[in-house]
């Protein structure tokens, strides 16, 4: 059976497309916000068995070209933001409800059994809300999927109709109400989904940052020194779009605030839609896709991904247990898991590397995945279709290492694992001794989301701030190691070594990116 999904929208550029988030947002920012929302809707799409139409709307007074620039977008430009779809046309006919009927009954002309239309404003849409609209169409004639604001944010059909369309008011809040009653009027069977929000207004943006359940406590403001360096909490944040960069991503506030806003995921949010990553270009060069990539020694069911900060810092740690694995029929690959990518906003760019990381791990038939760092832990755990266990977890199940043992040992937990410390109950089991958290007041060890590049003098703050505690720290982050070490705090030791047995130099300057660059080469 043929599918389709009717992606609804307009070309987005600045001045001319989510106007009435205007002067909240520029023109610009609205028009990077739009093209977000397309790629969402888009990425969202590509997990579903149909094929994508677009029906696109350019904004007044503007006519196509494929190479010249429409108010600040080619039709090339748009075209790239929507990958994979089988065809463009444009929008026909006078209001919404005409414009919608045509596109359903040229999508019916082409040959498609069903049929959904979405628009391009709904951050949240998913595969699953896509698939679970197909099945509903086996039972019914009809699905629509309200908004919160009394409209309708995704409509399929079984065949073209035209009679259910004469909606009095296209754009108030009685859309949804009105459409089912036309269809049950018409004598179809008809079916609803999931209620989502849709961003039309500051309102609606400042309740998907979560921002408008901030009660101005100053909590957050308190305990971060990024927000207490611009005077400003949460919700001050969510107005400050340009400020973006400058977050650590650390999840500090999100400790604190007694409304569980997160301003790290907000912070990630306002990235997708911020163009300016001119800082970063060494970084996503080298991340975007990972150059230094080697699959060559992973053909095997279990295997190790050391990573890519771990394999800069500890070149001869890598090599010990990329040896000790091989024992035990475990194989190795070097790549990124793309959380830097994903952390600068670059979302459809880190989606593209977990799909090519998941097909490559399919094509070699592996089964698990045994990860080093706890950045790379918490981000794959949940988006690949294997297990992902931790090193430490591995070692005590092949019986190898030795048990770290101290009378004292000061844990410093890197800010992934800070909050249900998954990663260190394993690290756990190889550690006999009196843990102790003298660490609590360090926010974190300054390379948090990269704003270090914004923040300098931050970053450098925050990694200092553990030499206050006095003596040792261990840990099990290679970049948080990396960090104190080049502050100045010489007793910062990383966990795995001691228990394999190695004692290495932590290096810096360039070498890191060269211990890297070598791993393509083994």
């Not at 579903?48 to 503007?62: C, H, S």
Request: aromatic share 10%; proline share 5%.
């Amino acid at each position: 059976m043929r599918r389709a999904i009717i992606l609804f929208t307009r070309v987005p550029v600045p001045g001319k497309t989510k106007t009435r988030l205007m002067p909240f947002l520029s023109g610009e920012d609205c028009a990077a916000l739009h093209r977000k929302f397309i790629r969402s809707a888009s990425q969202a799409c590509r997990g579903v068995d149909a094929d994508i139409l677009v029906y696109y709307a350019l904004p007044e007074g503007a006519c196509p070209s494929h190479k010249g620039k429409q108010n600040g977008m080619s039709m090339d430009d748009f075209k790239k933001l929507i990958k994979d779809a089988r065809g463009f046309y444009p929008q026909k006919g006078e209001g919404l409800g005409e414009r919608m009927s045509r596109a359903f009954a040229e999508a019916f002309a082409l040959g498609y059994e069903r049929v959904l239309l979405t628009g391009t404003d709904i951050p949240q849409i998913t595969a699953d809300i896509f698939r679970q609209s197909f099945c509903s169409l086996e039972e019914c004639d009809a699905v629509v999927n309200p908004t919160a604001d009394g409209g309708y944010y995704l409509i399929g059909l079984k065949s073209a109709r035209d009679d259910i369309w004469d909606i009095p008011h296209y754009g108030t809040n009685t859309v949804f109400e009105d459409t089912i009653c036309r269809i049950e009027k018409a004598g179809l069977r008809v079916c609803s989904g999931q209620t989502l929000s849709d961003i039309d207004t500051k309102e609606d943006l400042m309740a998907w940052y979560g921002a408008d359940r901030c009660i101005h406590c100053g909590a957050c403001k308190r305990n971060c020194r990024f927000l207490k360096k611009y005077g400003i909490d949460l919700a001050g944040l969510a107005e400050r779009p340009e400020l973006a960069y400058s977050c650590f991503l650390c999840g500090r506030c999100r400790e604190v605030c007694p409304k569980d806003i997160d301003g790290a995921r907000m912070a990630v949010l306002m990235r997708q839609m911020r163009p300016d990553r001119d800082s970063y270009k060494g970084l996503l060069w080298e991340k975007s896709p990972y150059k230094f990539a080697n699959y060559r020694k992973g053909r095997k069911k279990s295997v190790l991904f050391p990573g890519c900060n771990f394999t800069a810092f500890y070149p001869k740690t890598t090599k010990y247990l990329e040896r000790l694995m091989r024992k035990h029929e475990i194989g190795t690959i070097y790549d990124c898991c793309g959380k830097p990518v994903y952390e600068l906003g670059l979302r459809a760019n880190s989606e593209d590397n977990l799909d090519r990381i998941a097909g490559r791990l399919k094509e070699q038939g592996a089964e698990e995945l045994v990860v080093l760092c706890p950045n790379c832990y918490h981000f794959l755990k949940d988006r690949l279709d294997i297990p992902v266990v931790t090193v430490y977890h591995k070692l005590k199940e092949l019986g190898e290492g030795r048990t770290v043992i101290k009378d004292r040992i000061p844990i410093y937990y890197p800010c992934p694992d800070r909050d249900k410390k998954e990663m260190f109950q394993d690290v756990c089991s190889c550690l006999e001794g009196r843990v102790t958290e003298p660490f609590g007041n360090v926010q974190c060890c300054g390379l948090g989301g990269c704003a270090g590049i914004r923040e300098p003098k931050l970053s450098r703050e925050m990694a200092k701030s553990a030499k206050d505690n006095g003596g040792a720290l261990y840990t099990y982050c290679a970049s948080c190691i990396s960090s104190f070490r080049r502050n100045g705090m010489e007793e910062a030791y990383h966990i795995l070594p001691m228990i394999l047995g190695i004692e290495e130099k932590v290096p810096l300057g360039i070498l890191p990116f060269m211990n890297r660059a070598r791993r393509k080469l083994l």
